[in-house]
């Protein structure tokens, strides 16, 4: 029997479900060229701490003469970073980036010419002012780029170069300078350096090629250019340095920098000299352990900012994904107390690791933090000012790190202060902004 009452359709075409297109893209090549610039940044950066124990033998310095060429460079590159940071918000991510790099690059090729403690810290002066404008310049372009969802785990990604060339760089500086070129006894570091250096300039005509804002850019669609511009859109108006400085987002930023980073430095430019001396390595055979150590950091930069993201999908606030991710950060870094007094050398590897994952997972979001509360006007700004006061954090830790390891030998305390560091910079961050609200700006 048929049901009389079932409803028909009218005549005409079946109603056709419209699908809204996947937005594109072409913002994640731009991630990968800000990746591909922090590898070479941080080959440049790292190739003094690869190299220190030969420098160090070489000129005779100290664990204090080194730690005043790490000070010099901190100071550098804390002064710089203020002035990139509101430099980039004037002539944008593009100008910006391109220049620095051309400066940070000519003046990693300028460390083949190191003959003394002086020219050395000459040498990382000029590094540090043309690498104080990487970070603020990226962290602009990825606000330009992303919506605040996807920011974290972009800021992840281009912030995972720096591990990349932390690894590259023990692995190419001594090959060249010891096995190309030279010896283990007598390495032609200096060859090493301008090899180096000057092939890292091909990055620069493939950025002005490709980077331009979103709106300008023929290679996003109408679609992608929609999923960049979401968010609700920004004021107008100038925010000058004197009212950022009134804002308490700002602080709980860049207070949250000025606990960290020191503790990235000393990772940095410490850990060669840290397991030369701990277990009896060299300049060829340190390289294993420190690419182990980064790799693991990799891991921590991707998956911090991806954790938080997977957080957000969930539907937690944006308050309760960056802090808790950063939470489960700090707490991962605990253990690394205890590295400085562990016999067995893949063991510290393992605990240090760890800690060097941890530190960038809470760097990311650390970082996404002035693209989720401020203008984009202000980023950059915002960037600089965090940046400055970090980097008064690494001339205070470097100047700790010389006197502990003269004075005591141990690195036992420095690993300590580590280890704490990311719950006080956690509690910090949530005093100053416990809303993660916009700022009122």
């Not at 310095?61 to 710089?80: C, G, K, P, R």
Request: charged residues 10%; hydrophobic residues 55%.
């Amino acid at each position: 029997m048929t049901d009389t009452t079932a409803p028909t359709r009218g005549p005409g075409p079946e109603p056709v479900q419209i699908v809204a297109p996947p937005p594109g893209k072409y913002r994640w090549v731009v991630v990968w060229l800000l990746f591909a610039a922090m590898v070479i940044n941080y080959v440049d950066r790292q190739a003094l701490g690869v190299l220190k124990p030969t420098l160090m033998d070489e000129f005779g310095w100290t664990e204090t003469n080194y730690a005043d060429i790490v000070f010099w460079f901190q100071a550098s590159y804390a002064v710089s970073y203020l002035v990139w940071g509101r430099l980039v918000d004037k002539i944008g991510a593009r100008w910006g980036f391109g220049i620095a790099f051309i400066i940070w690059q000519l003046a990693f090729i300028a460390h083949a010419g190191i003959r003394s403690l002086n020219t050395a810290i000459f040498a990382r002066v000029a590094l540090g002012i043309g690498e104080g404008g990487g970070f603020p310049a990226g962290i602009k372009a990825v606000t330009e780029w992303f919506p605040k969802k996807e920011r974290a785990f972009a800021v992840g990604i281009f912030n995972a170069g720096t591990n990349i060339g932390a690894i590259i760089t023990p692995l190419i500086i001594p090959f060249i300078a010891s096995i190309w070129l030279g010896t283990v006894a007598e390495p032609n570091w200096q060859m090493a350096l301008i090899i180096v250096g000057v092939a890292g300039f091909i990055w620069v005509p493939i950025w002005f090629a490709v980077y331009k804002r979103p709106s300008e850019h023929s290679k996003v669609t109408p679609a992608e250019l929609a999923w960049i511009a979401q968010d609700a859109p920004d004021p107008v108006h100038k925010i000058g340095w004197l009212k950022l400085l009134t804002v308490r987002e700002t602080w709980a930023y860049a207070l949250g920098k000025f606990l960290i980073d020191p503790i990235w430095w000393f990772f940095l430019f410490w850990l060669p000299g840290f397991l030369q001396k701990t277990y009896d390595l060299n300049i060829l055979t340190f390289g294993p352990p420190l690419i182990a150590i980064y790799l693991l950091s990799d891991v921590g930069s991707v998956g911090g900012g991806w954790l938080s993201g997977q957080f957000l999908k969930r539907g937690m606030s944006l308050n309760v994904a960056r802090k808790l991710t950063m939470l489960i950060c700090a707490i991962a870094v605990l253990p690394v107390a205890f590295a400085g007094n562990i016999d067995n050398m893949w063991l510290a590897v393992l605990v240090i690791g760890i800690a060097t994952a941890a530190h960038q997972g809470f760097s990311a979001n650390l970082y996404a933090m002035p693209g989720d509360v401020f203008p984009r006007s202000a980023v950059g700004s915002v960037v600089g000012i965090g940046g400055m006061i970090g980097g008064f954090g690494g001339m205070a830790m470097a100047k700790y790190a010389g006197y502990v390891l003269d004075k005591i030998g141990s690195y036992t305390p420095i690993f300590i202060v580590a280890a704490s560091a990311y719950l006080v910079a956690l509690l910090v961050i949530h005093l100053l902004s416990p809303k993660y609200a916009p700022a009122k700006v």
